[in-house]
């Protein structure tokens, strides 16, 4: 259902779950993304330790912006190589790849972006979700 709602539709990224020094990440390729501690009250993140999961990232919810990239740590944060950059107005669909799978930015179109550039983005981890790629349900 995930996929269905809002335009474009999230990003669908084949990731990991690690755990490493108390903290729970979200391995994207070679991109560690920490989990918040306040997002996994109730949620058995240990069973999902070392094994593939699926995180689902809203186009919206990546920023490029330098006020969201400050406030994050440099190794929470994800690149995108851009193909394409479709301007629609106030704001621009990024399209391209991270860690080799397809993903779709939106973003204000006063950020600078280019078709063939690398651009790196914070992830809003409040809103990432995870999926278990054999049953589809929601982890977190």
Same mark, same amino acid.
């Given at each position: 259902?995930?996929?269905?709602?809002?335009? *474009?539709?999230?990003?669908? =990224? +084949?990731?990991?779950?690690?755990?490493?020094? /108390?903290?729970?990440?979200?391995?994207?390729? #070679?991109?560690?993304? !920490?989990?918040?501690?306040?997002?996994?009250?109730?949620?058995? =993140?240990?069973?999902?330790? +070392?094994?593939? $999961?699926?995180? /689902?990232?809203? *186009?919206?919810?990546?920023?490029?912006?330098?006020?969201? =990239?400050?406030?994050?740590?440099?190794?929470?944060?994800?690149?995108?190589?851009?193909?394409?950059?479709?301007?629609? /107005?106030?704001?621009?669909?990024?399209?391209?790849? !991270?860690?080799?799978? #397809?993903?779709? $930015? !939106?973003? *204000?179109?006063?950020?600078?972006?280019?078709? /063939?550039?690398?651009?790196?983005?914070?992830? +809003?981890?409040?809103?990432?979700?995870?999926?278990? *790629?054999?049953?589809?349900? $929601?982890?977190?």
């Amino acid at each position: 259902v995930a996929g269905f709602i809002g335009s *474009p539709q999230m990003n669908f =990224l +084949d990731a990991k779950i690690i755990h490493q020094g /108390g903290a729970f990440f979200v391995q994207i390729g #070679p991109y560690r993304i !920490c989990i918040p501690e306040g997002r996994m009250e109730g949620v058995d =993140l240990q069973q999902y330790v +070392d094994r593939s $999961v699926v995180c /689902g990232i809203r *186009p919206e919810d990546m920023h490029a912006e330098p006020v969201f =990239l400050n406030a994050v740590n440099e190794s929470e944060q994800i690149e995108v190589d851009i193909d394409v950059v479709e301007m629609m /107005g106030a704001e621009m669909y990024l399209h391209g790849e !991270c860690a080799g799978m #397809p993903v779709v $930015v !939106c973003t *204000p179109s006063r950020v600078m972006a280019k078709s /063939g550039e690398k651009i790196r983005l914070a992830v +809003d981890t409040n809103k990432m979700k995870l999926f278990d *790629p054999e049953t589809t349900n $929601v982890i977190l």
